[in-house]
T-cell receptor
């Protein structure tokens, strides 16, 4: 059962362009939505995160947009740079005391110079 | 601050053999996780420890996988006997009590297992 559906699977963007990655979730008990960035040979690292009572969060060139009624959230990378080339995972944390994270399948982003 | 340490980084074994992975979390982090990341997929939680107690092992194939966290610090994940479909990167992560609330997990670089 895939509780977090992520798209697209891969994305190619030119330097300076906008990268957009989308995620849909099913479980309304999810209460926290982080995005992780993973470079080859490394573990994922937290990039930015949002709670469902906020519709948008911006940190530098990275913005999360959140639509609670549609159960959708997306990551926007403005002015994409070759150094942003990595795999991006959306995730959702289940409600309850164990803070379990469920990850999407990931999006491989390539930013061409 | 030292990050999450994992070893070995790479392991190649034949099917039906056994393998063990070790993880040392960030100092002071009470929660430790083992994730399995199959190529092209997102990490899947295998087991979560709070100190040395198991919080969630619902997706751990208990007929072949086992994990322990003695003394609430480092942890070992064992696979015996290994199957071809166990080929994956095994990621260890840890979080502090506050990190658990924010959702931030700190991951190690992973142990890549190839089963032939």
């Amino acid at each position: 059962q895939q509780q977090v559906k992520q798209s697209p699977q891969s994305l190619i963007v030119q330097k300076g362009g906008i990268s957009i990655i989308n995620c849909a979730y099913e479980n309304t008990a999810f209460d926290y939505f982080p995005w992780y960035q993973q470079f080859p040979g490394k573990g994922p690292a937290l990039l930015i995160a949002i709670r469902p009572d906020v519709s948008e969060k911006k940190e530098g060139r990275f913005t999360i947009s959140f639509n609670k009624s549609a159960k959708l959230f997306s990551l926007h990378i403005m002015d994409s740079q070759p150094g942003d080339s990595a795999t991006y995972f959306c995730a959702a944390r289940g409600g309850g005391s164990n803070y379990k994270l469920t990850f999407g399948k990931g999006t491989l982003l390539t930013v061409n110079p | 601050e030292a990050g999450v340490a994992q070893s070995p980084r790479y392991k190649i074994i034949e099917k039906r053999q056994s393998v063990a992975f070790w993880c040392n979390p960030i100092s002071g982090h009470a929660t430790l996780y083992w994730y399995q990341q199959i190529l092209g997929q997102g990490p899947k939680l295998l087991i979560q420890f709070q100190n040395n107690g198991v919080v969630d092992d619902s997706q751990l194939p208990k007929d072949r996988f086992s994990a322990e966290r003695l003394k609430g610090v480092d942890s070992t994940l064992k696979i015996q006997p290994a199957k071809l479909e166990d080929s994956a990167v095994y990621l260890c992560a840890s979080s502090s009590p506050r990190g658990g609330i924010t959702g931030e997990l700190f991951f190690g670089e992973g142990s890549r297992l190839t089963v032939l």
